[in-house]
């Protein structure tokens, strides 16, 4: 009983903050979502006085405006491409770099996971800005390759304001959450199980893929999720690198906050995005389940 | 130095005790020297915070805030925030500078008879360029055909920007077709939108923030922007020593003008100071140094002969009775959903 409490009193703390500052806000959202705007912005009043007294002044029409019109879904599935892209990519790039740490000898690791930690002792905004010079048309990286594509008579290509400048530096900003779970789960991995492999004559790309790839699924789950999902609410990539079609689904919402000072439909596209995005988790947590079992 | 510093801080704290006048500003919108004279003059602290657009003051006031003694607000911000109460009218005895504003922008239709505000300074909407581009490509200057018309923007593919902003974007594509910048007809609104996404293939991209660098770096050569962005852009070419020159002019079919007013907030603690330090910015001297810093539109008569004579005779700074200009109204909320679904179709296709 008294272990209880003292769980209770170091828990406590934490799921006080989540409820004030996660589930509260939530609520208010969703609530906000089916409001009326209010005519200078914010929202409108909740309860409606006239003759027949107080009653509620709720509506569907922000939901209503979202599905009238296809292009907020269109919207919706270019940022789940982006964000599925980026997933890939941090993926592949991530694992053998995982590997190669967890790999290496222990008075090493601890100083390259520093290593990749790195980048965020600086802003995160100065980090997409030096990608607008790494990119820009002046750039060693952009005068390079199109020399390149000069000598086979290919047009320039521009590299800033594309959605390739959008994508390459959401891998960028991405990339240390996909490393670090896989290299905790990947460095816990017995060493024996692949001699043991070994002996029974498994080659190394065997080895790979019977023993340290499934024994790694936990970590690549842990790393898809906090890839994928803050991906789909980023606004200042595209922002800032972005080009005329770069806009994102988290522009849009930023946008009905503040430009269009439509409050409700603002928050109408963020739970859409939030159910849209824990039905994708489900299904792919389903699917993931499934193999891990069907694996055991 | 250091234990001078020490002893100074001690001596000074007391004169600055409780005495705070918290001004909320646009970014980079006043000179320091000014600060430190009214600091003096007032014999109060001047605590500043900053928004860097209309949007964000009033999400700001939305969301509570409180706590500021003067806003500068633009007109239709201002407007908005007449009608939702939440100014203090200004005593006219306390503001007797107020003399000095050109009438032309005083009585604006956002504050009748200037109940609450007094005009600080303004901008105007134009295009930017890369003098020496536009020359060589035989483009002209002086029109926003040169940003819509397909027939020059070809010659400058992917070099342009334009502002990312819905009202200035479809302002300027309104001017161009003829129609008033505040024009509210939707069938006006689709041909502008035609016209956007006609040009838009030739753009480079919709930025509000980075095209000042762009421009002055020579990656961008021609924008859609605001005159103080230009001038910036300019004098930051000319400390780079760069080849090439800035240039910015009002096109010919009008342009939107935003006049930044200054207000006192409804919750402002020290209403006394803030008098105090409107007046003050009334001051000739004192408001035609934002202008020498900025290249700011000044709206104040007494101010014009302080002002450095390569500005002043700037017609897209100090634009003549000729140039058409118009201050952008606010849109009610029915019509802001139109054109912002409007926007946001320029942005996905």
């Known amino acids: 009983m008294t272990r209880n409490i003292g769980k209770w009193l170091i828990s406590g703390p934490p799921v006080f903050y989540l409820a004030v500052f996660f589930v509260i806000p939530t609520f208010i959202m969703v609530l906000a979502s089916f409001r009326h705007a209010g005519e200078f912005g914010g929202l409108a009043p909740i309860f409606l006085h006239d003759v027949r007294g107080a009653h509620l002044n709720l509506t569907l029409e922000s939901y209503r405006e979202y599905f009238s019109d296809f292009i907020y879904s269109r919207l919706f599935i270019k940022t789940l491409i982006y964000a599925l892209v980026t997933t890939f990519f941090c993926l592949v790039t991530a694992y053998p770099l995982a590997l190669l740490i967890a790999g290496s000898e222990k008075r090493h690791r601890d100083l390259l996971v520093l290593l990749v930690i790195l980048p965020f002792w600086s802003n995160f905004l100065i980090r997409i800005y030096a990608w607008m010079i790494i990119l820009g048309p002046q750039s060693a990286l952009s005068v390079g390759l199109n020399g390149f594509l000069g000598m086979f008579g290919i047009e320039p290509v521009g590299l800033l304001f594309t959605p390739f400048a959008v994508v390459l530096c959401l891998i960028y900003v991405q990339l240390p959450f996909m490393v670090l779970p896989l290299y905790a789960n990947l460095e816990k991995h017995d060493p024996a199980l692949l001699d043991a492999a070994q002996d029974l004559g498994a080659n190394s790309w065997q080895r790979f893929w019977r023993i340290t790839f499934p024994l790694s699924l936990p970590g690549v789950y842990a790393g898809i999720a906090l890839v994928f999902i803050p991906v789909l609410g980023i606004f200042a990539v595209p922002d800032i690198l972005g080009g005329t079609g770069g806009i994102m689904i988290g522009n849009l919402i930023k946008q009905e906050f503040l430009e269009a000072r439509d409050w409700p439909f603002g928050s109408a596209l963020s739970i859409i995005l939030t159910l849209g995005a824990l039905c994708i988790v489900g299904v792919a947590a389903m699917v993931a389940g499934r193999t891990v079992k069907n694996d055991a | ?349």
Request: glycine share 6%; net charge positive; hydrophobic share 45%.
């Open chain 2, 1 to 349: 130095m250091g234990k001078l510093l020490f002893i100074l801080f001690f001596v000074a704290a007391p004169v600055f005790a409780g005495d705070e006048l918290h001004l909320y500003n646009w970014n980079n919108y006043i000179a320091p020297e000014t600060v430190d004279r009214f600091e003096a003059y007032c014999k109060c602290r001047v605590v500043q915070d900053y928004y860097s657009d209309n949007e964000e003051l009033l999400a700001k006031l939305a969301a509570g805030a409180k706590g500021y003694d003067i806003l500068v607000p633009t007109g239709n911000a201002l407007a908005s925030l007449i009608r939702q109460g939440a100014l203090l009218p200004l005593d006219r005895k306390l503001v007797p500078n107020l003399k000095n504003i050109n009438p032309a922008y005083l009585d604006t239709a956002f504050d009748p008879g200037n109940r609450y505000s007094a005009p600080y300074a303004y901008t105007t909407t134009l295009i930017g360029y890369n003098v020496e581009k536009m020359k060589q490509l035989g483009l002209p200057t002086d029109t926003w055909a040169v940003i819509f018309d397909p027939k020059y923007l070809a010659r400058v593919k992917g070099r342009v920007t334009v502002l990312d902003s819905q009202r200035e974007l479809m302002a300027a594509a309104l001017k161009y077709l003829g129609y008033s910048a505040n024009d509210t007809d939707e069938a006006h609104w689709y041909s502008a939108e035609k016209l956007i996404l006609r040009a838009k293939p030739y753009w480079a991209a919709f930025n509000a923030s980075s095209y000042i660098k762009e421009l002055t770096v020579g990656n961008i050569w021609l924008v859609h922007g605001y005159s103080n962005d230009m001038f910036q852009a300019r004098m930051d070419a000319r400390a780079a020593k760069r080849k090439f020159t800035i240039g910015f002019s009002l096109p010919k079919e009008g342009a939107v003008l935003a006049l930044d007013n200054m207000v006192i907030h409804k919750y402002a603690p020290r209403p006394d100071l803030a008098h105090k330090f409107i007046n003050f910015m009334l001051d000739g001297k004192n408001s035609s140094e934002l202008t020498n810093m900025l290249g700011s539109g000044n709206p104040n008569l007494a101010a014009l002969k302080y002002v450095d004579p390569e500005i002043a005779s700037n017609p897209a700074i100090f634009p003549g009775k000729e140039s058409k200009l118009e201050m952008l109204q606010d849109l009610d909320m029915e019509k802001r959903r139109v054109l912002n679904r409007l926007w946001i179709k320029i942005k996905i296709e």
